[in-house]
């Protein structure tokens, strides 16, 4: 049988929270997982977390947009619907590309955000179907929880205590 728990401890205020962090991170005990109902400035460099790459991701999506846009406007002046507009000749796109500026960013931009969207509800598990990873819905209200999977139940349990845990919830891992 394993002597491994998960233990919850519950805050009521985010502050508390940034505190039991940096206790934590002074000890050397380490925290599994950190729920909040909003962002909590600061949260990430304190638990140690990686810049993302969605920006580099939110990059190729747009630059996905725009060649999108690019190729379906050359496209069309080109090939499909050649016209002489304004006495700009219709085989060269280069001359006419500036009329289509607009309708190019707007490809990107809505190509950039909502891959992003997609890509960040499909990372991290929110898509529709994916099953509830929260484990008290108090933390999408007002409270603030560290999760830690440890072997230590009473030295993690005394530690939360210090730091103004509201509520200690243990469980077998």
Same mark, same amino acid.
């Given at each position: 049988m394993s002597t491994t728990k998960i233990?919850?401890?519950?805050?009521?205020?985010?502050?508390?929270?940034m505190n039991g962090v940096k206790a934590f991170n002074d000890k050397g005990i380490a925290i599994n997982e950190v729920y909040t109902p909003f962002p909590v400035h600061g949260l990430d460099k304190a638990l140690g977390l990686k810049k993302t790459r969605i920006s580099d991701a939110a990059f190729l999506y747009a630059l996905y947009g725009v060649t999108i846009g690019a190729t379906v406007t050359w496209y069309t002046m080109n090939h499909d619907?050649?016209?002489?507009?304004?006495?700009? =000749?219709?085989?060269?796109?280069?001359?006419? #590309?500036?009329? &289509? *500026?607009v309708p190019m960013f707007e490809l990107m931009v809505f190509c950039a955000a909502h891959m992003m969207s997609l890509t960040f509800l499909v990372r991290?598990?929110?898509?529709?179907?994916?099953?509830?990873?929260?484990?008290? =819905?108090?933390?999408?209200?007002?409270?603030? #929880?560290?999760? &830690? *999977?440890?072997?230590?139940?009473?030295?993690?349990?005394?530690?939360?205590?210090?730091?103004?845990?509201?509520?200690?919830?243990?469980?077998?891992a």
């Open positions: 233990v919850y401890g519950l805050y009521a205020d985010d502050d508390d929270l619907w050649p016209q002489n507009i304004g006495g700009k =000749p219709a085989f060269d796109w280069a001359h006419n #590309m500036p009329a &289509f *500026v991290n598990k929110m898509y529709p179907g994916a099953p509830a990873q929260n484990p008290d =819905p108090r933390t999408t209200d007002d409270k603030f #929880m560290m999760e &830690f *999977v440890t072997e230590d139940v009473e030295s993690v349990k005394q530690l939360l205590i210090e730091t103004g845990v509201e509520e200690i919830t243990v469980k077998d």
